[in-house]
């Protein structure tokens, strides 16, 4: 994809919603606060535009209303939905981006509206990590990043913005150490210019800024650097003046700005890849150092902590997965199967990311310590073939609370050994109604089944298993079929909704799994039919089944 180019000719605002249209199709860009940011910009400049072209304007409405923030930005080299942004910037003078507030995304907060279909809800407490001890705490740098240390008594800090040459001389380099504290690079107008902020703050010997080496594409982080030690904030929080693309500052205090203009002078080389020019620019800035300042100011970081191995594996409910590589072909298997053994989809591919969507969007893994496992083995997979060496199925971290539960639910354990523990289970269980048929008193009465289970009018019945919650396509496709039997199958067959949520025991009767599910149970209560997911091919199933059942029903 080619990005925006400025010329003399005004830009086409037609042309470049559709653009902006086409950027949102990428899966990395359609959530993200750069996007959703650079479309309420554009409906700015829109709006400050009356003869604007038409399908331009609903192009945009189109674009404001599907999209959500779903993450906030994560620093893309190249940065597609920046090019628009700094081209609006441009043409309107500024004020694409005046009277548009940033977009916030802190999930603890919840404050991103992620639609009416997520089904995330923000945790009202932080969980604790599974270290005991926090990392013991760095007195500098606080802040990760790619950089690399000189002296901490340095006072020449230098940012190479995204020249990787450049950087790399000065990391590299030892012979002036004594007076360069810091070299690293910055690629963003928010996080980034944050993180360089924060170390430099934390270091009062540090008294200058040297900006030098190439901009990242479609971004201004060095122009935008220099506002902020000129200007400060503005009460929005955007950089005053800045003209690059998202300059709004989110953890830095105001006190911290004051300390950050005061402590430091920048020296602007933005452009310059010249070695020689700036190691003499470095010596020239330490020949006239004024010296640390004399008082600190607290710059903090968020907590650090070691990894740990978890203690205990939690299976998944939604069943397990076997891995296989076949490196003749240079493709990926992934069988799944329920914890009962019973084998569901299998999944081929060559690329691991797409494999892990796909199971993903079919529901087939609902924990996120499993998702992890599975990303992990799939690249071990994939790196297995591309390298040469053979390829083991690793088990996950953590200890079964039971090794019933191991033997059952293991990908790894011999099917004899499965079989023969069912068949343990299920001896044991005869026993126990044997005797309780037995008894010489009457039997208590049992325990009433829920409603939704019940089949006592001798019907057959057409059960949907849903989250009222989720709403899309696919979803509304399936929940059809529920209306179409009660209508097309009026006094033939019942049809029952049970709610997941409190009628756990028809869910657990039937094993369902995967919403939305459909089943057909005759009136002895026997599941004739089971129709999981949302997918095109479940639809198509359904039309038959619902032939067959106006057939067999007449």
Same mark, same amino acid.
């Given at each position: 994809m080619?990005?925006?180019?400025?010329?003399?000719?005004?830009?086409?605002?037609?042309?470049?919603?559709?653009?902006?249209?086409?950027i949102?199709?990428?899966?990395?860009?359609?959530?993200?606060g750069?996007?959703?940011?650079?479309?309420?910009e554009?409906?700015?400049?829109?709006?400050q535009?009356?003869?604007a072209?038409?399908?331009?304007?609903e192009?945009i409405?189109?674009?404001?209303?599907?999209?959500?923030?779903?993450?906030g930005?994560?620093?893309?080299?190249p940065?597609?939905?920046?090019?628009?942004?700094?081209t609006?910037y441009?043409?309107?003078?500024g004020?694409?981006?005046?009277?548009v507030k940033?977009?916030?995304f802190?999930?603890?907060?919840?404050?991103?509206d992620?639609g009416t279909?997520?089904?995330?809800?923000?945790?009202?407490?932080?969980?604790?990590?599974?270290?005991?001890e926090?990392?013991p705490?760095?007195?500098?740098?606080?802040?990760t990043?790619?950089?690399?240390?000189?002296?901490d008594?340095?006072?020449?800090?230098?940012?190479?913005?995204?020249?990787?040459?450049?950087y790399h001389?000065?990391?590299?380099?030892?012979?002036?150490e004594?007076?360069?504290a810091?070299?690293?690079?910055?690629?963003? @107008?928010?996080i980034? $210019? *944050? +993180?360089? =902020?924060?170390?430099?703050? !934390?270091n009062?010997?540090?008294?200058?800024?040297?900006?030098?080496?190439?901009?990242?594409?479609?971004?201004?982080?060095?122009?935008?650097?220099k506002?902020?030690?000129a200007?400060?904030?503005?009460?929005s929080?955007?950089?005053?003046?800045?003209?690059?693309?998202?300059?709004?500052?989110?953890?830095?205090?105001?006190?911290?700005?004051?300390?950050f203009?005061?402590?430091?002078?920048i020296?602007d080389?933005?452009g310059?890849? @010249?070695?020689a020019? $700036? *190691? +003499?620019? =470095?010596?020239?800035?330490? !020949?006239?150092?004024?010296g640390?300042l004399?008082e600190?100011?607290?710059a903090?970081?968020?907590?650090?902590?070691i990894?740990s191995?978890?203690?205990?594996?939690?299976?998944?409910?939604a069943?397990?997965?076997?891995?296989h590589?076949?490196?003749?072909a240079?493709?990926?298997?992934?069988?799944?199967?329920?914890?009962s053994?019973?084998?569901t989809?299998?999944?081929?591919?060559?690329?691991?990311?797409?494999?892990?969507?796909?199971?993903?969007?079919?529901?087939l893994v609902?924990?996120l310590?499993?998702? !992890?496992?599975?990303?992990r083995?799939?690249?071990?997979?994939k790196?297995?073939?591309?390298?040469?060496?053979?390829?083991?199925?690793d088990?996950?971290?953590g200890?079964l609370?039971?090794?019933?539960?191991?033997?059952?639910?293991?990908s790894?354990?011999?099917p004899?050994?499965?079989?023969l523990?069912?068949?343990?289970?299920a001896?044991?269980?005869g026993?126990?109604?044997y005797?309780?048929?037995n008894?010489?008193?009457?039997?208590?009465?049992?325990?009433?089944?829920t409603?939704s289970?019940?089949?006592s009018?001798g019907?057959?019945?057409?059960?949907l298993?849903?989250?009222p919650?989720?709403q899309d396509?696919?979803?509304r496709r399936?929940?059809?079929?529920?209306?179409?039997?009660r209508?097309?199958l009026?006094g033939?067959?019942e049809?029952?909704r049970?709610?997941?949520?409190?009628?756990?025991?028809?869910?657990?009767?039937?094993?369902?799994?995967?919403?939305?599910?459909?089943?057909?149970?005759?009136a002895?209560?026997?599941?004739?039919?089971?129709?999981?997911?949302?997918?095109?091919?479940?639809?198509?199933r359904?039309?038959d089944?619902m032939t067959?059942?106006?057939?067999?029903?007449?």
């Amino acid at each position: 994809m080619s990005l925006v180019q400025l010329s003399s000719k005004p830009p086409d605002l037609d042309q470049l919603s559709k653009q902006l249209a086409k950027i949102g199709q990428i899966e990395k860009c359609e959530g993200c606060g750069c996007y959703v940011d650079t479309i309420n910009e554009f409906k700015a400049v829109l709006d400050q535009t009356p003869d604007a072209p038409a399908p331009a304007r609903e192009r945009i409405a189109e674009l404001e209303a599907k999209h959500r923030t779903t993450h906030g930005c994560i620093g893309c080299d190249p940065c597609y939905p920046v090019a628009i942004s700094n081209t609006l910037y441009a043409i309107s003078d500024g004020a694409s981006v005046e009277n548009v507030k940033p977009i916030k995304f802190d999930v603890s907060q919840n404050e991103a509206d992620c639609g009416t279909s997520c089904e995330y809800e923000a945790p009202q407490e932080i969980a604790k990590p599974t270290s005991v001890e926090p990392r013991p705490k760095i007195a500098w740098p606080i802040e990760t990043g790619d950089y690399r240390l000189g002296s901490d008594d340095g006072c020449v800090a230098i940012a190479t913005l995204a020249s990787e040459d450049l950087y790399h001389h000065f990391s590299h380099r030892r012979e002036s150490e004594s007076d360069c504290a810091i070299c690293g690079k910055v690629f963003t @107008e928010n996080i980034g $210019i *944050e +993180k360089v =902020v924060k170390n430099i703050i !934390a270091n009062r010997h540090i008294r200058f800024l040297i900006l030098c080496g190439q901009e990242a594409k479609g971004h201004l982080t060095g122009a935008c650097l220099k506002a902020l030690h000129a200007n400060g904030l503005a009460d929005s929080r955007r950089i005053a003046g800045a003209p690059g693309k998202r300059p709004w500052i989110k953890t830095l205090s105001p006190a911290q700005i004051l300390y950050f203009q005061r402590q430091i002078e920048i020296v602007d080389l933005i452009g310059c890849e @010249e070695v020689a020019a $700036i *190691e +003499k620019t =470095v010596a020239k800035l330490a !020949a006239r150092n004024p010296g640390p300042l004399p008082e600190a100011i607290i710059a903090e970081s968020v907590p650090h902590y070691i990894a740990s191995k978890t203690g205990r594996l939690h299976l998944d409910k939604a069943g397990f997965f076997i891995i296989h590589s076949k490196p003749e072909a240079d493709w990926l298997i992934v069988e799944h199967y329920k914890n009962s053994g019973e084998p569901t989809y299998v999944i081929e591919g060559t690329d691991p990311a797409a494999i892990c969507a796909e199971i993903i969007n079919r529901g087939l893994v609902s924990q996120l310590d499993h998702a !992890a496992y599975l990303g992990r083995e799939l690249e071990r997979a994939k790196l297995s073939i591309k390298l040469g060496f053979a390829f083991t199925q690793d088990r996950a971290f953590g200890e079964l609370e039971t090794k019933a539960e191991w033997y059952l639910s293991s990908s790894r354990v011999m099917p004899m050994k499965k079989l023969l523990l069912a068949l343990i289970v299920a001896a044991a269980a005869g026993i126990v109604i044997y005797k309780m048929m037995n008894r010489a008193e009457p039997a208590p009465a049992q325990t009433a089944v829920t409603s939704s289970a019940s089949t006592s009018s001798g019907k057959p019945v057409f059960y949907l298993f849903h989250d009222p919650a989720d709403q899309d396509e696919g979803c509304r496709r399936i929940y059809s079929f529920a209306d179409r039997a009660r209508r097309e199958l009026a006094g033939k067959i019942e049809v029952k909704r049970p709610d997941v949520k409190s009628e756990k025991g028809v869910v657990d009767k039937y094993q369902v799994r995967v919403l939305p599910t459909i089943l057909v149970v005759d009136a002895g209560g026997a599941v004739k039919e089971r129709f999981e997911g949302e997918e095109k091919e479940t639809a198509a199933r359904l039309e038959d089944m619902m032939t067959r059942l106006k057939t067999s029903l007449r």
